[in-house]
């Protein structure tokens, strides 16, 4: 992947910032877990302690974001009010207590005698991670880099300026009263700085886009730094024959309003064409009660769907109350239209047929696949892993929300007494290849 000539090189400024990163990443992947745990909890009560100062500099992002004209669901995502922040401190706390996912033992084998083989995890290095209009991003992507022995050079969008900057300087004075060096993270703040950080090769090694599709795929095709991360969050809901019609209801109010400005939330519903009448009789004024506007195939506006869906909305993230829907002949309908139109983020499946249910489990490509529950629970939170620094829709690991163990690598360490390969090419030694216990 060549670099386009629109992206600058960076300024020696930036140079020397990723270098200072860099110095801090390497001391902090010595570190031991006991350091990393009490960095995580001064971390928190720093931020409590900021509470107030980060609170009313967001909103002074919110004004400015208004007054310019922000789109509804930015404006969603830019929030962060007491009740956002304290979760999001909460969420750092339970990081602290998750098992180290550094210095495990993957693999432990017996070469030959005295020659043993191991593999150890280790820290990537140097994060860079660039996001849109999502504060909680600094303070979820800064913990889960410390957690794991990470340095991280971090953009926001300027939407989120004065809370991005708040959270950070409470950030690295939480870590400036424990043994982790706070140049460990730093935060960018210029856009030149962001389209440069893409070159910073050699500095950086995993770059994770937290935004739109323009962002991500633009990221993707601007550096030959490894990009982890999902472009659309196109999530389906379908409602099988066999599904019981308050439940999917239920799972699909759920999954549409708890949060439409994200990106687990789903932008289309397909229905069995044998449970369409009934349950779009209950789910039309729901809907319509929790301000979700419907659009529709022919087959659904024949059953009270006003709006009419175009091709193009079938392929539309939304990010907001509104819904496309689209009555199917069965299983396989509904198979082939996710095949189609999905981003392979979140599925998910309301039956109460096993067979069924099982057969889209496996039939469905898709970071998330779920059955009888709502899309919004593929969020790294939810899954217990303390916070996520982004969502990966790509087929090789890591995939769906990454946590700790998606920011590790490893390492082979071979240990021996003056083993050499020509004693085994020669026939003198043998390999036993024997495994020993982890």
């Known amino acids: 992947m060549t670099t386009s000539p629109g992206v600058p090189e960076p300024s020696a400024q930036l140079l020397r910032l990723a270098a200072e990163v860099r110095q801090a990443a390497m001391a902090l992947g010595q570190s031991d877990d006991n350091q990393r745990r009490k960095a995580l909890i001064a971390m928190a009560n720093a931020l409590l302690s900021s509470s107030e100062q980060i609170v ?129 993270i730093a935060l960018l703040t210029t856009r030149q700085e962001s389209l440069a950080l893409l070159r910073l090769d050699g500095l950086v090694d995993l770059i994770i886009p937290r935004g739109s599709n323009e962002l991500v795929r633009f990221i993707q095709d601007n550096t030959r730094i490894p990009v982890l991360g999902h472009a659309d969050g196109i999530c389906h809901l379908y409602l099988d024959a066999a599904a019981d019609l308050k439940q999917a209801l239920q799972i699909a109010i759920d999954s549409k309003t708890q949060y439409p400005a994200a990106c687990n939330a789903i932008e289309t519903l397909l229905i069995h064409q044998s449970i369409a009448p009934s349950f ?8 319509r009660q929790a301000g979700v506007r419907l659009l529709g195939d022919s087959a659904s506006r024949a059953l009270g769907v006003e709006e009419s869906a175009s091709e193009e909305d079938w392929a539309t993230e939304y990010l907001d109350l509104i819904l496309s829907v689209k009555v199917v002949h069965d299983l396989e309908g509904a198979l082939d239209h996710i095949r189609r139109y999905s981003s392979r983020h979140t599925e998910a499946i309301v039956s109460n047929d096993q067979e069924t249910a099982e057969r889209f489990l496996q039939a469905v490509d898709s970071a998330g696949v779920f059955h009888n ?36 690598t490893y390492r082979y360490r071979l240990r021996g007494q003056g083993h050499i390969v020509a004693d085994y090419a020669n026939g003198e030694c043998m390999f036993t290849h024997r495994d020993l216990p982890l």
């Open 56 to 184: 009313r500099a967001n909103r002074l992002d919110l004004e400015k974001a208004r007054t310019e004209g922000l789109a509804t669901a930015l404006m969603a995502r830019l929030k962060l009010d007491e009740s956002k922040l304290n979760s999001a401190i909460e969420g750092l706390r339970q990081l602290a207590q998750l098992s180290d996912p550094l210095g495990l033992r993957q693999l432990h084998r017996e070469l030959d005698q005295d020659l043993v083989l191991e593999r150890i995890t280790v820290p990537l290095g140097v994060l860079g991670v660039i996001f849109e209009a999502r504060p909680d991003a600094v303070i979820q992507i800064a913990s889960l880099a410390i957690r794991s022995g990470n340095g991280a050079l971090l953009k926001g969008g300027s939407e989120a300026s004065h809370t991005n900057q708040a959270i950070i300087e409470a950030l690295k004075n939480g870590l400036a009263e424990t043994e982790i060096d706070p140049e460990a």
């Open 280 to 287: 779009l009789e209950l789910a039309i004024p729901a809907f």
């Open 373 to 408: 529950c709502s899309t919004r629970f593929a969020d790294g939170f939810r899954y217990g892993f303390g916070a996520e620094v982004g969502i990966s829709t790509q087929t090789l690991p890591p995939r769906g929300p990454v946590g700790l163990e998606g920011l590790v």
